[in-house]
């Protein structure tokens, strides 16, 4: 089967954090013998894999190359609202993207389209569906709803795009009932339940990071707390910073790296620096995926304090987790959005509530001081991964979705 993937966020060169995810997937199920062509906005910066068995097509959608601007997570302001150059490119988008696909879908034979964000890319989809006929699927990511849920012009879109779509694919519970709200009960049928994925290591050894190494300094008999992600409201850094204190008073031996960089570091920066707790906490900035592996697999535990902010947005299920889980590294984390398909509390790893620095201090100082429980539910976190959640299951759950798409296309 030839499949086409449209998404705005996927890794411009080797080393790119940005839509990992998408790259991945992507790549497990050409494994499955699928021809696969990604499409995505140029980007100065755009130097594919040249090993990838994907084949790489960017379109541009404005000149010069230098504004290209739009997606590989630049498009939000703090994961809230659009940028006001956001809003005046975002027509030039649409229009690019979809002429962009129609050439791709003819001139290759595409039999599916495999959109990934309901907005912008599912809607570019279903036009191009409209005119040629292609059937599409959909994969949510949390912004495009959330962009849908605040603004009546993407939410008749997205509820277009969904009515279209021969399939919808959330990693959460909560993402995929804000989509059948918007788009009524009777397409909820269409919107299944899948998790992400993320690769399995062939061993469990630390990747190699010798920039990270020097820049953290690590001592020795330092103990790793990590937290990694884009530093907006969504991710709750806030309220772990607010735990430190407690935890410290515990396990003076602990040191948090918060990775990432975003809109919020500077203000997570005062935060600690307020709390005393400056020379305990890391902000290493953006890292480039083998620094995040390294920081993973090196942490005695992982921490995700996801929170829903204060406009409704949500996390998904963030691929940092499942790479932490594939490392063996135990996982704190919020009882929110798509982790409780991912860590089973008290097994693989711990559960707590949003919002709740006291109930995340408890637990991870609970850990810290077991370790015989942090063994076992390190263990139990990468057998979680190896049995379900890695991308070579998850890729076989889109193939047996891409086969009946395909096939009830045809009948139609």
């Not at 190896?386 to 889109?398: C, K, M, S, Y």
Request: hydrophobic share 45%; with cysteine.
């Amino acid at each position: 089967m030839k499949i086409a993937v449209l998404a705005h966020s996927f890794p411009r060169f080797p080393a790119d954090t940005h839509g990992t995810f998408v790259k991945s997937l992507c790549e497990a199920v050409a494994a499955l013998g699928h021809e696969v062509h990604v499409l995505i906005p140029f980007d100065p910066e755009l130097r594919p894999d040249p090993e990838t068995p994907l084949h790489i097509h960017s379109f541009r959608y404005i000149w010069p190359d230098r504004w290209h601007l739009l997606g590989y997570s630049r498009t939000l302001r703090r994961d809230v609202a659009m940028k006001i150059w956001a809003w005046l490119q975002s027509p030039l988008y649409f229009f690019f993207a979809q002429r962009a696909l129609r050439r791709l879908v003819k001139e290759q034979g595409i039999d599916l389209v495999h959109a990934h964000w309901h907005l912008p890319n599912g809607y570019v989809a279903w036009r191009v569906q409209r005119q040629l006929g292609t059937p599409f699927a959909v994969t949510l990511h949390g912004s495009d709803i959330f962009m849908a849920e605040h603004n009546a012009l993407f939410r008749a879109m997205a509820a277009g795009t969904l009515k279209a779509a021969s399939h919808v694919t959330s990693c959460s519970a909560d993402l995929q009932q804000r989509l059948v709200r918007i788009g009524g009960e009777a397409q909820g049928g269409k919107v299944l339940l899948v998790p992400n994925g993320t690769d399995l290591p062939p061993n469990r050894e630390i990747p190699e990071a010798p920039d990270l190494d020097r820049r953290l300094r690590l001592q020795r008999d330092e103990r790793l707390l990590v937290a990694v992600g884009r530093m907006v409201d969504k991710k709750g850094f806030s309220y772990l910073l607010d735990a430190m204190p407690s935890i410290l008073d515990q396990h003076p031996e602990v040191r948090l790296v918060l990775g990432g960089g975003g809109d919020l570091q500077p203000a997570l920066e005062r935060q600690a620096k307020d709390l005393g707790i400056a020379l305990k906490v890391d902000f290493p900035g953006m890292l480039d995926h083998d620094e995040v592996l390294a920081l993973v697999s090196r942490a005695e535990l992982f921490v995700m304090p996801s929170i829903r902010d204060a406009k409704g947005n949500i996390d998904g299920l963030p691929i940092v987790v499942l790479e932490a889980m594939a490392a063996g590294t135990p996982v704190v984390a919020t009882d929110l959005a798509g982790m409780p398909l991912a860590i089973d509390d008290g097994v693989s790893g711990r559960l707590v509530p949003e919002k709740d620095a006291a109930a995340l201090a408890e637990a991870v100082n609970a850990l810290l001081a077991d370790a015989a429980t942090l063994g076992s539910m390190g263990q139990a976190a990468r057998r979680k991964v190896i049995e379900d959640l890695n991308w070579q299951a998850v890729a076989r759950r889109h193939d047996a979705l891409y086969r009946r798409a395909v096939g009830e296309g045809k009948r139609g």
